[in-house]
């Protein structure tokens, strides 16, 4: 497989970065505790692997067929890597409301954490563009398909998990002005450099 610790890199930088899967969990572990988030965590981690295998089927085939479609993918897969950068660098802090309710429903947080996910334009071009650059033409796919979402999924619950501790004693910061512009400019920052090193990469 090649640059296994690149993908691993990018891949948590795509969990890290803001969006609505890691506003569902600071906001679910500030209302109800990290048990109350726990359910929606794993109900977007059931959902990376219902994304990914949908894609995995034209992704390999595009990538056995087509070198031009490759090149194309790669392209658009810098390209929104240096968008998600731009558009981080440029966010405001996040806000997140405290709602009233106390009732702690583990079947609505694990569907409302599928559905998030499923309709997530990030982990959409992420299993569609930047993905299938880090697949071995000279390797089986499979076994490098399962270790890549393992991979990811296994971020995103750790990720997700860390950020669920620390929203209560973090958020203060988290949410303050100069808090989320280091926040959001270290990620902008970083998500650009490696679009354009994506960018430059041969096959």
Known sequence: MDHYFVFVIIAALTVLSPGPGVLLT???????GVSGAAWGIY????????VAG???TSVGIILATSSVAFSIMKYVGAAYL???GVKLW???????????????DRKRQFVEG??????NPKSVFFFMSIFPQFIS??????GQFFLLVATYSGLLLMIHFLYAFLAKTARIWLTSANGGRVVNRLGGATFMGFGVGLASASR
Do not use: C, D, W
């Open 26 to 32: 600071l906001t679910n572990s500030i209302r109800y």
């Open 43 to 50: 109900g977007l981690v059931i959902a990376t692997f219902i």
């Open 54 to 56: 949908i894609s995995a």
């Open 82 to 84: 240096i968008y998600l």
């Open 90 to 104: 440029r966010s405001p802090s996040p806000k997140i409301e405290m709602g009233s309710s106390t009732v702690n």
């Open 114 to 119: 599928m559905m998030i996910q499923l309709t």
């Open 137 to 142: 033409h000279s390797s089986a796919y499979t």
